[in-house]
């Protein structure tokens, strides 16, 4: 069965400073990997996905994460947080051949 | 905006009622998904439509569950004799395949319909 851990539930960051949110997968094949941003009061938002192809994917709002098959992990980074990045954002992963299976979410806070 | 709807975005209900949720996917996309989120937790599968056929269903569908595409457009979820544990978040999302399918499909997820259970 495929599945992902975030390893933070929560983490905190000054503006303007880098952000890391870690995910690692577990997957008895090649994984198809996305991060979901998710807003209060709004819609869950796909932020990037790998899906085998090149292993540093990059998304929208300057976000990108490295696949690395020999860590079994899929961080996302950011350079420079932004205010209007404060968000809780999900690792997910598919499973079977659409269906999605969701990290349990890594609320990202962003102090001035 | 043409994105997924979903109506109610909040529904208040007591213990035995039922509820009927809808949703509309972005227009021509053809798969139809149902996820729910529980408080503090990821969402999590229900079932999903390709067209007006539903092609999966989560052992968290209980027997009280049910949903339905009757013309590949928009979907409804029943829940019958509601329960406190059917407090939740329901999420729909949508997507379009080609003839091939494609794993990992990209889903774009609507606003979600808030349950309470008093």
């Known amino acids: 069965a495929q599945s992902v851990t975030q390893l933070d539930s929560h983490v905190s960051v000054s503006e303007g400073t880098p952000v890391l949110l870690r995910c690692n997968y577990s997957?008895?094949?090649?994984?198809?990997l996305f991060w979901y941003v998710q807003h209060p009061n709004k819609g869950l938002q796909l932020l990037l996905k790998y899906t085998s192809a090149a292993t540093l994917v990059k998304g929208i709002n300057g976000f990108e994460a490295e696949f690395k098959k020999s860590e079994t992990s899929f961080h996302l980074t950011k350079p420079s947080a932004h205010m209007s990045d404060a968000a809780e954002y999900f690792c997910?992963?598919?499973?079977?051949?659409?269906?999605?299976?969701f990290g349990k979410g890594t609320m990202l806070l962003v102090s001035p | 905006d043409t994105g997924v709807s979903q109506d109610p975005r909040h529904k208040i209900t007591k213990r035995g009622q039922n509820v009927t949720f809808r949703c509309d996917p972005i227009?021509?996309?053809?798969?139809l998904y149902w996820y729910r989120q529980t408080l503090g937790q990821g969402p999590e599968f229900l079932t999903y439509f390709q067209n007006e056929a539903q092609l999966e269903k989560s052992r968290l569908l209980s027997d009280r569950f049910s949903a339905e595409r009757p013309k590949g457009s928009f979907s409804t979820l029943e829940i019958q004799r509601t329960e406190q544990g059917d407090s939740a978040m329901y999420l729909c999302?949508?997507?379009?395949?080609?003839?091939?399918?494609?794993?990992?499909?990209?889903?774009?997820f609507g606003p979600g319909t808030r349950l309470t259970v008093l």
């Open positions: 997957s008895s094949y090649s994984p198809s």
């Open positions: 999302a949508s997507s379009l395949v080609g003839l091939q399918g494609t794993r990992g499909d990209t889903q774009y």
């Open positions: 227009s021509e996309h053809n798969r």
């Open positions: 997910v992963v598919v499973s079977g051949y659409s269906t999605l299976t």
